[in-house]
């Protein structure tokens, strides 16, 4: 099922109520024996669930499953409820065209987060408040580093206006000697010196510092409130 206001609605539910659980994606991925990418393509409302895995998204989150299928967020005992709980009620998201570009990765190794190699391998929505820029990407990350500000699977916006300290951005190197694809790396950029970038990644928390003789490129990940246009 394509992406509509229904899917929005939905996936907007679901990822409020593993937030308020404190839970990865990879949570519900495992309880439901799937992968990250369909439990992320679901939390963006890129394409339904089918019933029985609402029923069990449900049942894993503690929520009622009606009230989830209508794009709220409600606890099964049917307890009294404040209305922030209702995570979408007449919402009424813009529908964008499908043609931000995402760019094939690659697992790395332990000392890289994924190997970038730059193809186009699949096109994403365009959130409304992208709408008029031009050199904007996307790509699921594939770490666990960042989390839990991005979780393995999420899709992530990349472009914009120059990074500056304060930014998390995707970071890609030069290919070393014998290879075709740079590591690239997910951080949030702390400081930039005439010899290295200065950044941070959250699990397991740590400073990580980076050569720019090394570095390739640069960009900026654009975050959700952007998106949507706040």
């Known amino acids: 099922m394509t992406k509509g206001p229904k899917a929005v609605a939905v996936g907007a539910a679901i990822r409020s109520a593993r937030k ?6 990879q949570a519900i991925a495992t309880a439901l024996e799937t992968t990250v990418v369909a439990v992320g393509n679901w939390e963006r409302g ?11 998204v449900a049942e894993f989150l503690g ?16 307890s009294p ?3 922030a709980e209702i995570v979408t009620a007449n919402f009424h998201p813009e529908v ?12 790395g190794g332990e000392d890289g987060d994924f190997s970038l190699n730059g193809q186009a391998t699949d096109r994403a929505r365009r959130p409304p408040g992208i709408s008029n820029l031009t050199n904007v990407f996307a790509i699921h990350i594939l770490s666990t580093s960042m989390v839990p500000r991005y979780d393995p699977g999420e899709l992530l916006y990349c472009g914009g206006r ?17 290879e075709t694809a740079g590591k690239a790396y997910v951080k949030k950029l702390v400081a930039r010196t005439k010899t290295e970038l200065v950044c941070e990644q959250y699990n ?7 050569s720019v003789y090394s570095l390739k490129n640069m960009w900026r990940i654009i975050p959700q409130r952007e998106l949507l246009g706040f």
């Open 96 to 107: 964008g065209p499908m043609d931000v570009p995402v760019l094939g990765s690659a697992v």
């Open 204 to 210: 397991p928390p740590k400073t990580v510092t980076f």
């Open 162 to 178: 120059a990074p500056i300290p304060g930014d998390h951005v995707l970071i890609e190197m030069h290919p070393e000697e014998g």
């Open 20 to 25: 308020q659980k404190g839970l990865p994606m």
């Open 81 to 83: 409820r404040n209305d």
């Open 46 to 56: 890129e394409n339904l669930p089918s019933t029985e895995n609402l029923l069990k």
């Open 63 to 78: 929520v009622d499953a009606a009230a989830l299928g209508r794009g709220e967020v409600a606890p099964r005992d049917n």
